[in-house]
């Protein structure tokens, strides 16, 4: 008997585009789910993604998107990649351009149009072709599940998983007309949103079923504090959104056959090695301190404010800090000054995949001062290589990251140092405390080890998705 077919769609897809933890998840969950559904991945055929490198072919099918009475050429291209199909959507207007989504600081201002084309494309192909389920990811595809409301003949159902909610898609109006949407899409029940319009909320509205990356974060959004004005209209269809934690590529991330590291480990005796090549190559010093790093997107949800603001009392403490990232220049800026002025301080501006997998093989704490983390992967990836995350106790950090004072080993979470409120004292009483921890060595390496194995993959998430999927099929059937 032959799978059920599923389309994941996806604006960043690792290895091929990424600018964030929606590419990591992209690449690994459909992965997860390739035993029981025939899964392929679709995205956009981005300037920037090596053609050649991932053997990316024609497909031989071309077509054209009629959208708001203008005709786009659209081309499709496919590769099998690690075993998972992957389909790409070519047109000049949505992928010939230097960036993924606009310059660090600000979005393309025609957005709206790329990712409109972009779910007119695949809505393309699900008319063309046969699937059970789409699964759409965050507002760049979340048209789609409106689109196919529109198409009769359409039978698939659609999933669609929100991974930041601050990330909405938000246009002018009149962006409806040239989408050829009909008027009837701008009010409150649908995409209107403060007389502007608003990808997120389609993909609310229409899609059969709405998740997102954390049991805490799926609460949390239902709130003033964390739905980004969208909290009444998720009240309102909260009867089919779902809190599923987010899992790692655990054969990517894995510090035993991590061939970027120059001593690949599996206990902490070879993290000690790999943190003294680190120090060597950035210049850093005195590998008897702790390192605390930071990888991640240089901005304001990450904690950036608290972390520069904190930062000379930190250095005054005897550890050394790194930090890897890019985001906002403001960050790139104020960070680059400090290490100037710290010999303990280092950062690298830009994102570099291979460096980030040494840095969590030589640090010792993990910093992660987020002022909310839908689920995060960062934290998991470090305690997955023997490291001690500093979390604020909020979304999928929550989930994931216990407080080691309570810790014990049949615990199938991992541990870290855990603060309740983002503030200078009070995240300075967390650093304070992972310092005392790391003196107690006995103590420190007994949490790190229990960090190393516990199970951070796809596994059981997947199933939750699976259950979610099998769920609607059962309801096709019955229809």
């Known amino acids: 008997m032959s799978k059920p077919r599923l389309l994941f769609c996806a604006s960043e897809v690792y290895p091929f585009a990424k600018s964030g933890g929606l590419a990591d998840v992209a690449h690994s969950l459909p992965r997860a789910l390739c035993s029981t559904y025939a899964v392929e991945v679709v995205l956009p055929l981005y300037q920037c993604i090596d053609r050649e490198a991932f053997g990316i072919k024609p497909l031989g099918e071309e077509y054209a998107v009629q959208m708001g009475g203008i005709s786009y050429p659209v081309m499709l291209y496919g590769c099998t990649y690690e075993g998972v199909a992957y389909r790409f959507i070519y047109s000049p207007l949505l992928c010939d351009r230097t960036f993924l989504y606009g310059p660090p600081d600000s979005g393309y201002e025609d957005n709206a149009l790329r990712y409109g084309l972009f779910s007119y494309a695949v809505v393309t192909l699900l008319k063309k072709e046969a699937y059970s389920i789409v699964h759409l990811n965050d507002w760049q595809s979340a048209l789609v599940a409106l689109l196919i409301k529109e198409e009769t003949i359409i039978k698939t159902k659609s999933v669609f998983t929100i991974h930041n909610l601050a990330y909405q898609g938000v246009f002018a109006h009149q962006a409806l007309l040239e989408l050829g949407l009909d008027g009837r899409y701008f009010s409150m029940e649908s995409m209107e949103f403060y007389g502007q319009i608003n990808f997120m909320k389609a993909g609310i509205a229409y899609a059969d079923r709405i998740t997102t990356v954390s049991p805490t974060y799926a609460k949390e959004i239902l709130t003033p504090e964390f739905g980004c004005g969208l909290e009444g209209f998720l009240h309102f269809h909260r009867h089919k959104l779902s809190g599923i934690v987010n899992g790692i590529d655990t054969k990517h991330f894995s510090p035993s056959q991590d061939k970027t590291l120059v001593f690949p480990y599996v206990d902490l005796r070879g993290k000690a090695v790999n943190k003294r090549a680190y120090l060597k190559q950035t210049a850093l010093k005195e590998a008897k301190k702790p390192l605390f790093i930071f990888v991640g997107r ?7 404010d608290l972390l520069i603001e904190i930062l000379p009392d ?135 080890k229990h960090n190393m194995r516990c199970d951070f993959s796809w596994q059981e998430s997947a199933k939750s998705y699976l259950e979610i999927y099998e769920t609607l099929r059962a309801q096709s059937s019955h229809a």
């Open 298 to 304: 240089f901005a304001s949800q990450k904690g950036l």
């Open 314 to 448: 930190l250095v005054k403490r005897e550890c050394t800090i790194a930090f890897l990232g890019e985001g906002e220049s403001k960050y790139h800026q104020a960070l680059e000054a400090l290490a100037k002025t710290y010999d303990t301080v280092h950062v690298t501006c830009g994102y570099d995949e291979a460096l980030s997998h040494q840095m969590y093989a030589a640090a010792d704490f993990f910093l992660m001062p987020s002022l909310f983390e839908p689920c995060g992967l960062a934290q998991m990836i470090a305690m997955r290589y023997g490291v001690l995350p500093i979390v604020h106790h909020v979304g999928g950090l929550a989930d994931t990251v216990q407080d080691y004072t309570s810790f014990t080993a049949q615990s199938a979470k991992g541990y870290g140092v855990v603060f309740s409120q983002p503030k200078a004292e009070t995240f300075l009483a967390a650093l304070d405390d992972a310092l005392a921890l790391y003196t107690n060595k006995r103590r420190y390496n007994k949490v790190a």
